[in-house]
């Protein structure tokens, strides 16, 4: 048996309004074992702005600000701005947002206050859909996928937004994709986010949810653990937005992913086909950018 | 394959009533994007739009399903979006280029207790005042209140033919409760829903002027692509629809605009009323409080105080004259409503010092009590 070297002191509470299986209740448990009680969240409309909510079940243990869906990353900007006028430069200030948060409706405050360089973390936790709502697509969803709007019964067309792409094309100081079945590496990345302060910091967290994507909870941690297996979720971070390291590499089908969530039921072996030959090209962009730095 | 308009006894909540309303008056693009207790309408349309020849498209966020209805109406399609408190808020920009534009086209407001993120899966009637004076600037605006899952297919149909008719934006403003709750929805056969379209020029396409009013005051409408030249602009313009910075054309501009709501008020403004031509109190409420207010007229008269309902369909534009009549001869009004008072200071307005006018609010989350409105009239009157 493998024992995992992470630390015993939570700053996530158990018992919280989250969905059995949540992989987003995961990922902040990991990410606040990193961050320190020294941390502040800001929080956007999503489903950590329910399950972080009602007393008695409040479940973290640093302060949140809850705020308007468009608007994570500049109210972190706002209290970032707040803090350093206070002289406190050791408090990390971080927006933790979901897909539709970050990739859409949150991506113009974004990208603003990371081309400003704001100092903060902002974290995407992405579960491919607007799960609060009930399963609706956002520019998350991957192509295949079934949501209640893509559109009514049918499935998406269209592919995933290249989320860490984007961000590294702004230059920041630090994007990585981190995953809640590789802990160590998660953990790993938000203590180097944290410690590179001074500038914007970018962690987008693969966080299955199994309430949406039709699958058994107990699978939750599986299913992230494939996402990455079968590059489809490659685990790497960019520096300055040039230098490319890639901490995983997979070679599992992406069939074994896609076959145990429901959302993809309907696909074909074609279709099946299809979304391996992308993942197999995106792969190799990726890779190019490896061996050129 | 179920047809545009599905004719026959349905069991549906609100906001399913809301979609099929808008596919039976022709609607033909949504622009969606999710926010409880607005959501359904969404899916609903999201799942029978491309069975009708229509389109359905998520977007990023309010401001783009705002706008994308301007959009898709500049093709001479019926267009509409959903949403609730805080998107509402996002659309608001886009609310003021729709009246400037006069582009046809209908939001539905799925109220849910506020300000900010307030109480997303409970009822309120708070974002009234927002519907009038929302957006920046002067302006008149219709806005409808269903008070009942039937009334969200009926009125639903009636804010598409107002919104054509005048070439405007047109709000639902209903409710979470009313949204969510099922109820019997009779949809009636093709044949007997009347909708209406826009008017569209006929004739030379030289010199043609797109915002010169016709005989009620509105401008046939054109499409873009049709033939006719066509620029659409925020900025103040003139008939042709060319920006003109100037105080005139401001002025004449803002006539038109006022002009076509406030001199067909008659056609616009709908109301019910109940056991109204005696009372001496009279209860002006709309939407889901109208519902509880029936209840407590029906009390009062038991206890033989001469109540009556006066409820508004239309909210906006404003039903002044009768109201101001009304308080002639009645000992005064009780504006039942789920915010702590908004639609009341209209009515306290209009009755002036002619008759006194109370409030029975809820801060959000729940019906007002029909005991609460009874207390209230015992206590005032």
């Not at chain 1, 941390?39 to 308007?68: D, E, Q, R």
């Not at chain 2, 006018?357 to 019906?367: I, K």
Request: glycine content about 10%; aromatic content about 8%.
């Amino acid at each position: 048996m493998q024992t995992l070297n992470i630390s015993d002191v939570d700053f996530a509470e158990p018992g919280n309004m989250s969905c059995p299986g949540c992989g987003a209740s995961i990922a902040m448990n990991l990410a606040l074992k990193a961050l320190g009680q020294d941390t502040i969240l800001v929080i956007p409309a999503c489903c950590w702005a329910i399950i972080a909510g009602p007393y008695p079940m409040s479940s973290l243990k640093v302060p949140i600000l809850h705020t308007a869906f468009p608007s994570a990353a500049v109210t972190a900007s706002g209290v970032r701005a707040g803090l350093d006028m206070k002289g406190d430069t050791k408090t990390t200030v971080v927006a933790w947002a979901g897909d539709g948060g970050s990739f859409d409706i949150g991506i113009q405050s974004l990208s603003g206050a990371a081309e400003r360089n704001d100092d903060i973390i902002f974290v995407c936790y992405d579960n491919e859909a607007y799960m609060n709502t009930g399963v609706q697509r956002s520019s998350s969803t991957p192509y295949g996928s079934r949501t209640t709007t893509t559109p009514g019964q049918g499935w998406k067309k269209t592919r995933k937004k290249n989320m860490i792409e984007i961000m590294a094309a702004h230059g920041v100081s630090y994007a990585a994709t981190a995953n809640i079945a590789y802990p160590e590496d998660l953990i790993r990345k938000f203590k180097k986010a944290r410690e590179l302060k001074g500038g914007t910091r970018f962690i987008h967290v693969y966080a299955t949810c199994t309430t949406g994507w039709g699958a058994p909870s107990e699978y939750a941690v599986k299913i992230a653990r494939l996402a990455t297996r079968c590059n489809l979720f490659p685990l790497y971070e960019v520096e300055d937005g040039i230098t490319y390291t890639l901490n995983e590499k997979g070679d599992t089908p992406v069939d074994a992913y896609l076959n145990l969530q429901g959302r993809f039921k309907h696909l074909s072996l074609e279709d099946k086909a299809g979304i391996q030959n992308q993942v197999d090209k995106d792969f190799a962009v990726l890779k190019n950018k490896l061996s050129v730095c | 394959m179920k047809p545009a308009v599905d004719t026959g006894k349905h069991f549906i909540n609100g906001d399913i009533a809301c979609a099929e309303g808008a596919i039976a008056a022709g609607c033909l693009f949504f622009g969606g994007y999710p926010i409880t207790p607005a959501t359904e309408v969404a899916e609903h349309m999201s799942e029978r739009l491309p069975h009708v020849g229509g389109t359905y498209i998520q977007m990023e966020d309010e401001i783009a399903a705002m706008t994308s209805i301007l959009g898709g109406a500049w093709t001479g399609k019926k267009t509409m979006t959903a949403t609730s408190g805080p998107g509402f808020s996002l659309m608001m920009e886009t609310v003021g280029l729709a009246i400037v534009t006069e582009t046809p086209c209908v939001v539905v407001n799925v109220q849910r207790g506020g300000p900010s993120t307030g109480l997303p899966t409970q009822g309120a009637q708070a974002d009234m005042m927002q519907a009038k004076w929302g957006s920046h600037g002067d302006y008149e605006i219709i806005a409808l209140a269903p008070s009942s899952p039937q009334e969200m297919f009926d009125l639903t149909i009636t804010a598409f033919n107002l919104s054509e008719k005048y070439r405007t934006p047109v709000f639902i403003m209903s409710d979470e409760i009313v949204g969510h709750m099922s109820e019997k929805v009779v949809i009636p056969k093709k044949e007997a829903i009347k909708t209406i379209s826009r008017i569209q020029p006929r004739g030379k396409k030289n010199n043609f002027h797109p915002f010169k009013p016709g005989p009620n005051g509105v401008a046939p409408m054109p499409s873009i692509g049709q033939g006719y030249k066509v620029h659409v602009t925020g900025l103040t313009h003139d008939e042709k629809g060319y920006p003109v910075m100037s105080v005139d054309t401001q002025a004449e501009m803002m006539e038109r605009l006022l002009g076509k709501i406030r001199n067909n008020l008659d056609d616009i403004i709908m109301t019910d009323q109940y056991l109204l031509d005696d009372a001496d109190i009279v209860i002006v409420s709309y939407g889901v409080s109208s519902r509880t207010s029936y209840t407590a007229v029906d009390m009062a008269r038991e206890q033989g105080i001469k109540a009556g309902l006066l409820r508004l369909i239309t909210v906006w534009p404003f039903p002044d004259r009768l109201i101001k009549e009304l308080a002639l001869r009645v000992k005064g009004f009780i504006t039942v409503e789920i915010n702590m008072g908004q639609i009341s200071r209209e009515v306290e307005r209009c009755a002036g010092y002619k008759a006194p006018s109370y409030l029975a609010g809820h801060p959000g989350g729940a019906v007002v009590p029909p005991e609460q409105v009874i207390s209230i009239m015992k206590e005032a009157f």
